[in-house]
């Protein structure tokens, strides 16, 4: 029984962890809204996670009057959590979200966005070099991220 216990709460630990400053992350492949794949890789600067509609919403003001090119010109990946929300709304949010001028990575099995741990109304900011974070932010202000943005 003891033995099982400690399993059990060695495995917990393992999914709970959050990201850290100093930590290579674990590479993964997501798809985008137009079903292309994107992969972390030592070239990733910048990964931006919204875990919620109000984050995603943060996100996109912020993202307003930007050029198409924007993200990936400053190394950045933008990662949608979109595992709770319902299919049925999958069937209208991911069309809306072809109309935009920019990649959003779609979490839609919530394998990478819990990884980047944090708020679920906030937007995650993680300064990536060669694949190790070096910074973590949390912005709950679109002007503030904005300006975070213009600033890379």
């Known amino acids: 029984m003891k033995y099982c216990c400690a399993l059990l709460f060695s495995l917990l630990s393992l999914t709970a962890q959050a990201t850290e400053v100093g930590e290579r992350l674990a590479p993964w492949t997501l798809l ?9 890789s030592d070239e990733t600067q910048l990964i931006i996670v919204a875990r919620s509609m109000d984050a995603a919403q943060l996100m996109g003001t ?3 009057k930007r050029p198409k090119d924007f993200l990936e010109s400053r ?3 933008y990662i949608a959590d979109i595992e709770r929300m319902p299919s049925v709304a ?3 949010a991911i069309p809306g979200m072809k ?6 990575l779609l979490d839609q099995e919530g394998r990478v966005a819990p990884r980047y741990d944090g708020d679920r109304e906030t937007v995650q900011w993680l300064e990536l070099k060669d694949g190790v974070v070096v910074d973590i932010k ?6 503030q991220l904005a300006s975070a943005l213009s600033a890379r």
């Open 32 to 40: 985008d809204q137009f079903e292309q794949p994107y992969s972390l």
């Open 62 to 64: 912020a993202m307003e």
């Open 75 to 77: 190394h950045a990946a």
């Open 90 to 92: 999958k069937w209208i």
């Open 99 to 104: 109309k935009l001028n920019y990649r959003i």
């Open 138 to 143: 949390t912005f709950n202000d679109p002007q």
